[in-house]
């Protein structure tokens, strides 16, 4: 084997081993690319799968404070008629604190002083 075709085999070893780099690197990057993609696209269910969970559990305990607070409105409502009811026991007994305040001047003879 000569120089010139000494320098020709280094040359076309050279020119296919930078060609395989850049293919294996390409196939290398795609198949990175397409394995990110994937996960992204997993990680994406997960997550929205993740969230609807969560969302359906709030749901669920926001339904429940709903109940507890129609339940304290319905105390509420009840002790609102209780107390107009105390109102009216409370008119009631001054009316009748009256009457015999008015009785008891009457009948001691107070009211003729």
Known sequence: ???????TMIGVVS?????MIGVVS???????????????GEMNAQIGGLRGEM????????SKFDAVDSKFDAVDSRFDA???????MSI??????RD??????????????
């Open 1 to 7: 084997m000569n120089d010139a075709q000494t320098w």
């Open 15 to 19: 020119a296919l081993l930078f060609g």
């Open 26 to 40: 390409t196939l290398f990057v795609r198949i990175l690319r397409a394995e990110i993609g994937g996960l992204r």
């Open 55 to 62: 969302i359906a559990r709030f749901d669920a305990v926001d």
């Open 82 to 88: 209780i107390h107009s009811r105390i109102d009216a």
């Open 92 to 97: 009631r007994i001054d009316g009748l604190d």
């Open 100 to 113: 015999v305040q008015a009785l008891v001047k009457r009948t001691f003879g107070l009211d003729r002083e």
